[in-house]
């Protein structure tokens, strides 16, 4: 056993003063041993084991449901360092407020020590922490995220290069709920939660927060993207990471099923939530997903929207805050099967069709090894990670946002990822479908200043001989009454074709005061049923509906002062004089309903 860990193992435990410790392997046996402890305490319900094997449904406490971002810090020494995009609390003022809450935390309870390795092994790129917990839930679900176990420990050897990732459910009440973060002491506390992104502290503290902040001094990038390759009829693979909010169809693409129009074609899924990207000798930005699993939403999945992801999760997957129904297994919203006549909804109520509430949470999840994605990227484990030829940002946008448009340069791509906002979904608590800013998807994040992190966005183009092109995204757009414009799903290709043609000079396109808008013959409709008029629409830049976003744009630059690069202030004045120039008389009078 690594000293280093040993001896923090020893101090956490004087602290939280658990019954026992026991040090995870990650061996089979351990997780037999987990789940039957799990099912014993409740903790864990079997589903049927005929139709599912290896499948259980975890229910969380009600008020446990999702990422906490009020009660998320980071803790520099320095305030501004954490940035307005932030919490913030002095490092020694977090932990005296949360050794209270640590001390005999886990009296009565075991004390896992996990250890875990970010990234393949072997990669030069990976990153270990161990995480200690007092959490079944947590430790089965850090076995399928990461690489846990004998991997890790392999990779650490006896160095003290890891992460500090302690975590305690606590009274999981959230007037004690902290996650706190400690990037100059490469530390995570947590404690009174046990949902994904507030207790798998690989995932969004280790792997995005922490990472971040690594990233900008060692002159890399750790971002909230998917990272797919896509596959032409001639074999040729080429590969897009996308930055997307939470619950915005980051799953959904990163597993994108081809339609029947377009033989030959083929998605690889390299990774659905993270990337993190290095320049290579050759002049590119490489990326490799540091994770080793799935945490993806349920509700609307289905053999219809995303069959490589349902027939993913028909195993060895731990599901949360779903409905149970009466055979065993499971259902929520959006599900193939039609609502079953009674069920237990997420917290184990009778549920009928004629319930005013919903079966399965919004924010339910399932917990599934990537080793079980069909659509799985041979180059998964590259320890260098794959080439990007296109960074997309996307968000739940229902107006203005056209379906898909390119920026002129790096920094024009840099500024439209600093721009993006999105309709808020369940991945947080705090009210749905309100508009927030979400900078690179990255708002909730960045564990540090954001001026700076856009600064370091601008430097990794200038280091890159060969970046890739940057293109914004927008799937959700919507027509008289709500009625989605775009199918989405896998006709989402056509437009990732497009975007592909234009990283190589080709594909059709005009210039608009916000970038090259595709034409509307440009993306390949065959096949599909989307009308002219929808194109239309789809596709329209109107610039008196721009004025408004600009005018919003400001403001957020302005919270970041003199960490706000001056480069990103010229994008948006540019902007601002080109959607000037591209108003019309008209525009100004007045338009009719919807121009
Ligand atoms: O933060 S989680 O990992 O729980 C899910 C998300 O918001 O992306
Ligand atoms: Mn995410």
Redesign the pocket.
Known sequence: MNEQIRSWVDQVAAMTRPDRILICDGSEAEKDALITESLASGELIELNQQRMPGCYLHRSAPHDVA?TEHLTYVCTEVKEDAGPNNNWMAPDDAIAKLTPLFTGAMKGRTMYVVPFLMGPPGSRFSKIGVEITDSKYVVLSMRIMTRMGKPALDHLGDSNDFTRCLHSLGDLSPDRRFIMHFPERNAVWSIGSG???NALLG??CLALRLASFLARKDGWMAEHMLIIGVEDPQKRVRYIAGAFP??CGKTNLAMLLPPKALPGWKVTTVGD?IAWLRPGGDGRLWALNPEFGF?GVVPGTSRRTNPTAFDMIQRNTIFTNVALRPDGTPWWEGHDDPAPAHALDWQGRPWTPASTEKAAHPNSRFTALASQCASLSPEFENPEGVPIDAIIFGARRQRRIPLVYEARTWQHGVFLGATLSSETTA??TGKVGVLRRDPMAMWPFCGYNMGDYFTHWLEMGRRAARPPKIFRVNWFRTGESGRFLWPGFGDNLRVLNWILDRCEGRGNAVDTAIGAVPTIDAIDRTGLSVSDADMIELLKVDPADWVEAVATQDELFRMFGDRMPKALIEEHDDLARRINAAITPADLVGRDNGA
Request: net charge positive; hydrophobic share 35%.
């Open positions: 990422r949902y994904g992104g995932k969004k939470s619950a939530d945490f991945a947080a």
